[in-house]
Structure formats: structure tokens, C-alpha cells
């Protein structure tokens, strides 16, 4: 069965803990952590990503998918290790240089986290290739990261494919989470394409039944 990480973009101000409470009761398995420095992407949600973490370490013991879309990321790495995450994912366009994401590869694993990498819908798999034997994770972006409500982009299905037929060829062992636009409408042809773990926010939080939905995402066909 895939694995749901919800993400907090799209959370309404008020009744926050009750709506993190609300999503864990509906079975999620990671709550999903959007940190927007507002140079790598246009938003800035550092500090709104921050006090959610703060909310969650106190009342929640589900694991942490934290994803990075910043420019330094050394140091978003350092200001969220505190809050113990599952999980770190950082884009690889951020790098300058193959050296640099080793280096990010390395800082993470160090302080015993996941190590996730992450791609937007216009770079081309073949370019994470070689950093597959050394991370646990690829998230295929399926929209523009920046922002959430987007609807997914078709041609990041393919991606997705090409990524999964790769790991199989090549016998490895990576998580292929997709990230963006993803709802009742969307999700069978990610999980069909090869994503074991979906990342959806407004499609759950906007719903009058958050039980519902995750569980007919979980479901989906694969």
C-alpha cells in the first residue's frame, strides 16, 4: 500500500493543532514539511514551517518529512535536525556542483536522518542518477514547487516511470515520492507510474472527511 505524507502548505491559520490532529487520526504516515526560504522559491514559509514542527514534537510522534527548497541548505539542514525529522530532502538544483551535493548527502547521514533528493519537473532524471546508490529517496517534483493547489503536470508521469524503471534495472532500493497536485482525480496514474509515497495537502485538508480521503489514496492503484 503507497504511503500518504501530508503536507502542511495549504493549513488555515486557525485551529491548527486540531487540523494536524485531525490528519493524523485519518492515518497519514508523515506529516510533510514545505520549508520555502523565498530566494529558491518565490514564498517564504520558514517561519510558519517552524511553529508547525514546534506543534507537532509536542503532540505527535508521526515522522517528519522535511523538504527543503532553499539555497542554503546547510543551514536549513541544521535549523531542522532540532525537531529530530524522519527524512531530509533537498533539490538538486540548488547545488552548484556535484561535490557540493555529496556534501549535503554526507551532513544529513551524519546526524542519523534520511536522505531524500529532489528534482522539478524540467530536470531530467539522468541527472540524479548517480547520487541513487547513496540516498533513500528521490521526490519527483509533479508541479512548480513554490506554492500548493497547483495541478500536476502530465509529462512528470513519465518521469516518474523512468526513475522507477531505472532503480529496477539497476536493483536498487529508493523511495520514489511524487509531490504536487495530487488528489482523487490524480493519484492512479503516479502510483502506476511508480510512487510508493504521495505527498497531497488542499486535496486532504480541503475535504470534509480527511479519513475518507486518505484511505482512498492509499488505495490506489499500483
Known amino acids: 500500500m503507497v504511503e500518504i505524507s501530508a503536507s502542511l502548505l495549504s493549513l488555515k491559520n486557525e485551529n491548527v493543532i486540531q487540523t494536524l490532529y485531525n490528519l493524523e487520526t485519518a492515518k497519514i504516515d ?13 514564498n517564504n514559509t520558514v517561519n510558519r514551517m517552524t ?21 542554503d541548505v546547510p543551514s536549513y539542514i541544521s535549523s531542522f535536525l532540532v525537531f529530530e525529522p524522519n527524512i531530509i530532502t533537498f533539490h538538486l538544483e540548488a ?6 551535493v555529496m556534501e549535503w548527502i554526507k551532513l544529513i547521514k551524519q546526524n542519523n536522518v534520511r536522505v531524500g533528493i529532489s528534482v522539478k ?8 542518477a548517480e547520487f541513487l546508490p547513496f540516498v533513500h529517496l528521490v521526490l519527483v517534483m509533479t508541479v512548480e514547487p513554490g506554492k500548493g493547489g497547483q495541478e500536476l503536470i502530465p509529462k512528470t508521469i513519465e518521469k516518474i516511470r523512468a526513475l522507477k524503471k531505472y532503480l529496477q534495472d539497476n536493483q536498487m532500493e529508493v523511495d520514489i515520492e511524487a509531490d504536487g497536485g495530487i488528489n482523487l482525480e490524480t493519484v492512479d496514474y503516479v502510483r502506476e507510474a511508480g510512487a510508493n509515497i504521495l505527498v497531497s495537502g488542499s486535496a486532504i ?13 492509499k488505495k490506489a492503484k499500483g
Open 95 to 100: 547545488a552548484k556542483d556535484k561535490e557540493q
Open 121 to 128: 519537473p524540467d530536470t531530467q532524471i539522468e541527472e540524479v
Open 30 to 42: 508523515y506529516f510533510h514539511i514545505d520549508v520555502m526560504d523565498g530566494e529558491f522559491v518565490e
Open 205 to 217: 485538508t480541503n475535504s470534509e472527511n480527511y479519513v475518507d480521503v486518505v484511505e482512498k489514496l
Open 51 to 71: 511553529e508547525y514542527c514546534e506543534y507537532l514534537s509536542s503532540i505527535s510522534n508521526l515522522p517528519l518529512d522535511v523538504h527543503l527548497m532553499v539555497k
